[in-house]
């Protein structure tokens, strides 16, 4: 090999190593960016939560209390043990996160999918059925958020409104109950079933026939607007990619607007304002996070949970779902 040939390799190798550590040092910040430790105190607050639902669990999946063994309840406490990220099938919690699953299961019409007696706790339910569907292993999940799916796109076939109420066959429809459906629906595509996107902008049309001037957003129509609806309604427009849209900036400037007065189901407007803020931006995010960690870590009792009229098992499941943003592990909390 000549002295020139040996030159030109000296030097290709030299710049190979540079390019390489170039784009070493680049995907180390990258990773240091995505990865942020959670604070302990965050984490501390979680765990306590999460032992006292495992705690408190009955042996058929649900929890004593008010609405403590609703489907939909038992679903959202499902979704909080699993957004801490413990394996789901051996890890400390693999014992309460099936038999939640079980109840789930036992509570679904076996012809109509329906599951529970309300199209509240169908929804969340079957958010819980969509997020565990490939972490968890049960082969009898899918099929039955098969059937969870088509029993909300059924139901919304046969709505005026493009939208749900309380039962499968309402003929009216509101934003809270259409709110838990859509998202749902959202979180069974991301895991690989079927949702026609008609189905999504029909359902979307019902929230702007809903939403006010202000940009708020009322119950069953225009009016006496609140943070818990208006926090459902930039999440589902944010879900459906449409943070550039009138509805969605005008509901997030609402939401920003109106920080105070949230006392009323305090749990349930935490749980989705997370979400809004979360996909609104991370300094958005950030700021309203550090203000409900703090809050939160003021009002949890001693023995891990929260409380409200809705009951401990759903007060405790709703906050924490608000601090899991913070581990960004549930799909339905990808950016």
Same mark, same amino acid.
């Given at each position: 090999?000549?002295?020139?040939? !040996?030159?030109?390799?000296?030097?290709?190798?030299?710049?190979?190593?540079?390019?390489?550590?170039?784009?070493?040092?680049?995907?180390?910040?990258?990773?240091?960016?995505?990865? @942020? #430790?959670? &604070?302990?105190?965050?984490?501390?607050?979680?765990?306590?939560?999460?032992?006292?639902?495992?705690?408190?669990?009955?042996? /058929?999946?649900?929890?004593?209390? &008010?609405?403590?063994?609703?489907?939909?309840?038992?679903?959202?406490?499902? $979704?909080?043990?699993?957004?801490? =990220?413990?394996?789901?099938?051996?890890?400390?919690?693999?014992? !309460?996160?099936?038999?939640?699953?079980?109840?789930?299961?036992?509570?679904?019409?076996?012809?109509?999918?329906?599951?529970?007696?309300?199209?509240?706790?169908?929804?969340?339910?079957?958010?819980?059925?969509?997020?565990?569907?490939? @972490?968890?292993?049960?082969?009898?999940?899918?099929?039955?958020?098969?059937?969870?799916?088509?029993?909300?796109?059924?139901?919304?076939?046969?709505?005026?409104? =493009?939208?749900?109420?309380?039962?499968?066959?309402?003929?009216?429809? /509101? !934003?809270?109950?259409?709110?838990?459906?859509?998202?749902?629906?959202?979180?069974?595509?991301? %895991?690989?079933?079927?949702?026609?996107?008609?189905?999504?902008?029909? %359902?979307? @049309?019902?929230?702007?026939?809903? @939403?006010?001037?202000?940009?708020?957003?009322? +119950?069953?129509?225009?009016?006496?607007?609140?943070? *818990?609806?208006?926090?459902?309604?930039?999440?589902?427009?944010? $879900?459906?990619?449409?943070?550039?849209? %009138?509805?969605?900036?005008?509901?997030?400037?609402?939401?920003? *607007?109106?920080?105070? =007065?949230?006392?009323?189901?305090?749990?349930? +407007?935490?749980?989705?304002? *997370?979400?809004?803020?979360?996909?609104?931006?991370?300094? %958005?995010? /950030?700021?309203?996070?550090?203000?409900?960690?703090?809050?939160?870590?003021?009002?949890?009792?001693?023995?891990?949970?929260?409380?409200?009229?809705?009951?401990? !098992?759903?007060?405790? #499941?709703?906050?924490?779902?608000?601090?899991?943003?913070?581990?960004?592990?549930?799909?339905?909390?990808?950016?």
């Amino acid at each position: 090999m000549s002295s020139n040939t !040996t030159r030109s390799l000296l030097r290709l190798i030299v710049i190979l190593c540079i390019f390489a550590g170039a784009v070493a040092a680049r995907a180390q910040e990258l990773f240091s960016e995505d990865q @942020q #430790a959670i &604070p302990p105190s965050i984490d501390a607050m979680y765990v306590k939560g999460m032992r006292y639902l495992a705690g408190k669990q009955n042996d /058929d999946g649900g929890w004593d209390g &008010p609405f403590g063994n609703e489907p939909g309840v038992i679903g959202l406490s499902l $979704l909080s043990i699993l957004a801490h =990220g413990d394996d789901p099938n051996y890890g400390p919690y693999h014992d !309460t996160i099936h038999r939640a699953i079980d109840s789930i299961l036992t509570d679904q019409d076996p012809n109509t999918g329906y599951i529970g007696t309300s199209m509240y706790n169908h929804g969340f339910a079957t958010l819980a059925l969509a997020e565990a569907y490939g @972490q968890v292993h049960d082969e009898r999940i899918g099929p039955a958020l098969r059937k969870a799916v088509d029993l909300i796109l059924n139901s919304q076939s046969r709505n005026p409104q =493009g939208a749900w109420r309380y039962s499968p066959d309402s003929s009216d429809a /509101d !934003t809270t109950v259409s709110g838990a459906q859509l998202v749902a629906l959202f979180a069974a595509r991301n %895991a690989g079933i079927g949702v026609p996107e008609a189905s999504i902008q029909k %359902a979307l @049309q019902f929230f702007i026939q809903c @939403q006010s001037p202000d940009g708020g957003v009322g +119950y069953t129509a225009q009016g006496n607007p609140d943070g *818990a609806r208006t926090a459902i309604t930039a999440l589902v427009f944010s $879900l459906a990619k449409q943070q550039k849209s %009138a509805v969605y900036r005008s509901a997030m400037d609402y939401l920003v *607007a109106n920080q105070t =007065g949230q006392e009323l189901y305090l749990q349930y +407007y935490l749980y989705y304002a *997370a979400q809004a803020y979360f996909r609104a931006s991370p300094r %958005a995010f /950030d700021d309203w996070n550090a203000a409900n960690v703090k809050s939160l870590e003021n009002t949890q009792l001693d023995d891990g949970s929260w409380s409200s009229q809705l009951g401990p !098992t759903f007060s405790t #499941a709703a906050s924490l779902l608000s601090l899991a943003l913070n581990y960004k592990l549930l799909p339905i909390y990808e950016r």
